[in-house]
């Protein structure tokens, strides 16, 4: 393709990305935390900034709006907008605040230990550990509904673990599920009867 054509071709694309950002900034800057907003506008100037736009008014005030999104308080309604706007910040060339980070991280953590079965002790113990790093992650994971049935899965594994220690009547692995047990949430009733077992086993014989 001659040098002209190719001209012409970054000339035609300009053409379309200029109003194309223009519009995505508009969108973002109207402070709706919309995740499609917020991942359009990134991806756009990641293309402006490929094409040239460096120093542009319209490049600026694109970033300015991104930035500016990811100040103020979040709620759980608004996770999905914080994890695309880390997703695009690279691509958009503005630097996160560090918080928005960690709740980011903390939501993906979260989903992954909530995703494994949570059958064995380790499975449990990421998950116990990642709904407590939730919890003190912000309204916006705090509140979240994978927080909420992440707890509700700890729990329920935390009981399984429990009972299962208590029919092996093996007293270190009562109290090594019942750790975790309490560390999860789990009931008082529950709780009680793996501390007999650990009681009764403590008790002198005669």
Same mark, same amino acid.
Request: proline share 2%.
């Given at each position: 393709? #001659?040098?002209? %054509?190719?001209?012409?071709?970054?000339?035609?694309?300009?053409?379309?990305?200029?109003?194309?950002?223009?519009?995505?900034?508009?969108?973002? #800057?109207?402070?709706?935390?919309?995740?499609?907003?917020?991942?359009?506008?990134?991806?756009? *100037?990641?293309?402006?900034?490929?094409?040239?736009? =460096?120093?542009?008014?319209? $490049?600026? !005030?694109?970033?300015?709006?991104? #930035?500016?999104?990811?100040?103020?308080?979040?709620?759980?309604?608004?996770?999905?907008?914080? =994890?695309?706007?880390?997703?695009?910040? %690279?691509?958009?060339?503005?630097?996160?605040?560090?918080?928005?980070?960690?709740?980011?991280?903390? !939501?993906?953590?979260?989903?992954?230990?909530?995703?494994?079965?949570?059958?064995?002790?380790? =499975?449990? =113990?990421?998950?116990?550990?990642?709904?407590?790093?939730?919890?003190?992650?912000?309204?916006?994971? !705090?509140?979240?509904?994978?927080?909420?049935?992440?707890?509700?899965?700890?729990?329920?594994?935390?009981?399984?673990?429990?009972?299962?220690?208590?029919?092996?009547?093996?007293?270190? $692995?009562?109290?090594?599920?019942?750790?975790?047990?309490?560390?999860?949430?789990?009931?008082?009733?529950?709780?009680? #009867?793996?501390?007999?077992? *650990?009681?009764?086993?403590?008790?002198?014989?005669?």
């Amino acid at each position: 393709m #001659a040098q002209q %054509d190719l001209d012409a071709a970054r000339s035609l694309i300009s053409a379309q990305v200029v109003p194309a950002l223009t519009n995505a900034t508009a969108a973002v #800057a109207a402070g709706s935390r919309s995740a499609e907003a917020i991942a359009s506008l990134g991806s756009l *100037i990641k293309t402006a900034t490929t094409l040239g736009f =460096e120093s542009t008014s319209q $490049l600026a !005030a694109a970033r300015a709006a991104y #930035a500016g999104q990811l100040e103020g308080n979040f709620s759980a309604s608004d996770l999905a907008f914080i =994890e695309k706007a880390v997703e695009f910040a %690279d691509s958009a060339g503005v630097k996160l605040p560090g918080d928005i980070f960690s709740m980011a991280l903390s !939501a993906k953590r979260v989903r992954a230990a909530a995703a494994q079965s949570g059958d064995t002790a380790q =499975e449990l =113990e990421r998950l116990v550990a990642a709904v407590h790093e939730g919890e003190n992650a912000g309204p916006a994971v !705090a509140g979240s509904d994978d927080l909420a049935a992440a707890k509700v899965k700890a729990k329920a594994k935390a009981v399984e673990q429990l009972q299962a220690a208590i029919s092996s009547a093996n007293a270190q $692995l009562v109290k090594t599920a019942l750790d975790v047990a309490v560390t999860a949430g789990v009931s008082a009733v529950d709780l009680e #009867a793996a501390r007999a077992v *650990i009681n009764a086993q403590a008790a002198p014989s005669f």
